[in-house]
Structures are given as structure tokens and as C-alpha cells.
């Protein structure tokens, strides 16, 4: 029982909460009280945490060297010796097998495909792109993309270029504040946990995130005021959620730089309960908008 206990930590379940991105085609569909959509759509969020899960057991039986020289990764029941490497190997292929083949039966084949492309581009970064300089904070970002796009796909609809160009610079943001998190909390110790920290500097990613920022804001600006956006939602009143983008974009600043919390994007989101009630208020904001004009 405590050995099934450590596989389960292992699995990060607490990191589900990424997943959660298959659902924002569901609600800019205007789908979300489709009952048919919301079944395809949990399917699509199951599918994609067994395989997450799987990918980080095969992540940390890889990194397992480096994560000892970490002063919380140390603890990963891999890295701590309480789930073994044939253990870590066997569960993360049980749950690739689930997940694949529950969404070959149940799922479109083209949400098999970006699963399938989720899941090979992780390979890639935990066999050596990891270690390469810019790559590392695309592919990790891309990832959430795969996300939204998975979820869109699920269901047949499409999703606005400008609302995958959010969740990219979103994603970007979070990914620097945990390098320049980990550059400064690990000092010189950084290349021994993470070897491509030694390729950036403070500095550079302090400018990097101001750029980030700024192109996060602008791109959701550039959806809310869209055209085609305005034309399927009957209204331009989504102009109005850009408070909340920013009071969260800043928010999170505020944590990475005052706080020093930028370390585990996920662990910020869940312990933060204002930046919890901004983006509730984001949800029903947004939900009210474009399902009242649905309405008339």
C-alpha cells in the first residue's frame, strides 16, 4: 500500500491542473452545457493526465541523478529510492497504454495524433532537448498549446490562432519565472540539477519575461477585439476580461519577483487565493458574456 502511495506521488497527479486547458475549447464553443461535448471533453483531460503522468515517471527515472542535487526534487520518490526504475518503467507504460487506447476507441483520430505528438515531443526534450538553450522554454510552452488544440480537436470545433497565441505566451511566462527561480534559489549548484541553466543569466531572463508579459496582454487584447471573435460571440463585450489577464499576468509577477515563488508555476496557482478568485472571476465573466449573447 505505501509503495503504491509513492507511485501515486510520483505521478504528480497535483499537475493535472495543466489539463485542464482541453476545456477552454468547450467554453469558447459555446459547447459547455453540450452533454455529449463535456464526456468527450473529460475523456480528452483523462487522456492527457495518464499520459502526463507517464511521461513525468520517465522524466524523473531520467533525471534521477539530477534531482538529487535539488533541495526539494530530492524528495521525489524516485529520486529518494521509495519507487524503483522497473517500477517507474512498468506503470508509466500501463498508463500510456490506457491512454492511447481508451482515445483510439473513444476519441477522433486527429486527438490521437497531437496525443501522439504531445507525447513524442516530451521524449525528445527528456532525451537531450531539455539541455538546449531557448528550445527548452518553446517546447515546454508548446506543450500547453498541444493543450487547448487537443481539447478543440476532441470535440470538432476550432479555436482562435489569437486565444493558442495566449496560452503560448502564458505558458512561456510561467516557464521563465521557474528558470529564474531556479538560476537564483540554486546558484552555483544550478548546472548540476538542470545543465542548460548555465546558459542563461538573470538578467536575460528578466528581460525575457518583460517581453513575455507584454506579448501576453497584447495577444488576448487582439482576440477580445477580433473580428471574427465579435462576429461569433455577438458582442465585443469581452474586451472587458482583459482587467482580469492583467490583474493575473501581474499578479504572478508579483509572486515570481516579490515573493519568490516562481519555482512551481502549479504549487503558485493552487496556494494563491487571489489569483484562485481572479480567475474564477475570469470564468464567469467570460462564461456570461459569450453565452448571453448565444442567448439572443
Request: hydrophobic share 55%.
Amino acid at each position: 500500500m505505501s509503495n503504491l502511495k509513492h507511485t501515486f506521488i510520483a505521478m504528480r497527479p497535483r499537475q493535472w491542473i495543466k489539463n485542464l486547458l482541453v476545456f477552454a475549447a468547450l467554453l469558447f464553443s459555446r459547447e459547455l452545457f453540450h452533454v455529449e461535448h463535456i464526456t468527450e471533453t473529460l475523456l480528452a483531460f483523462a487522456a492527457f493526465c495518464l499520459s502526463a503522468s507517464a511521461i513525468y515517471l520517465i522524466n524523473d527515472v531520467r533525471d534521477k541523478e539530477e534531482d538529487v542535487h535539488h533541495p526539494v526534487k530530492k524528495n521525489r520518490p524516485i529520486a529518494a529510492g521509495k519507487v524503483s526504475v522497473s517500477e517507474a518503467y512498468s506503470v508509466a507504460v500501463i498508463l500510456l497504454l490506457v491512454s492511447f487506447g481508451g482515445s483510439y476507441l473513444l476519441l477522433p483520430l486527429n486527438f490521437l495524433l497531437i496525443l501522439g505528438g504531445y507525447l513524442t515531443m516530451n521524449i525528445l526534450y527528456s532525451a537531450g532537448l531539455k539541455k538546449v538553450v531557448i528550445i527548452d522554454l518553446l517546447i515546454v510552452s508548446i506543450g500547453f498549446v498541444l493543450r487547448a488544440i487537443a481539447g478543440a480537436v476532441a470535440i470538432s470545433v476550432s479555436i482562435s490562432p489569437w486565444l493558442l497565441g495566449t496560452t503560448f505566451f502564458v505558458a512561456l511566462f510561467l516557464i521563465l519565472g521557474k528558470r529564474r527561480h531556479e538560476l537564483i534559489t540554486l546558484g552555483a549548484d544550478g548546472a548540476n540539477h538542470r545543465s542548460v541553466l548555465d546558459e542563461y543569466s538573470k538578467e536575460m531572463l528578466d528581460a525575457l519575461l518583460i517581453i513575455v508579459t507584454t506579448s501576453t496582454i497584447m495577444m488576448y487584447v487582439l482576440y477580445t477585439l477580433a473580428e471574427r471573435t465579435i462576429e461569433i460571440f455577438g458582442t465585443a463585450n469581452l474586451v472587458y476580461t482583459v482587467v482580469f489577464v492583467v490583474y493575473g499576468i501581474f499578479r504572478a509577477f508579483y509572486l515570481i519577483y516579490q515573493k519568490q515563488q516562481g519555482g512551481a508555476p502549479t504549487e503558485m496557482l493552487l496556494s494563491d487565493r487571489p489569483l484562485q478568485i481572479n480567475i474564477l472571476l475570469w470564468i464567469v465573466t467570460v462564461s456570461s458574456i459569450i453565452y448571453s449573447g448565444a442567448a439572443t
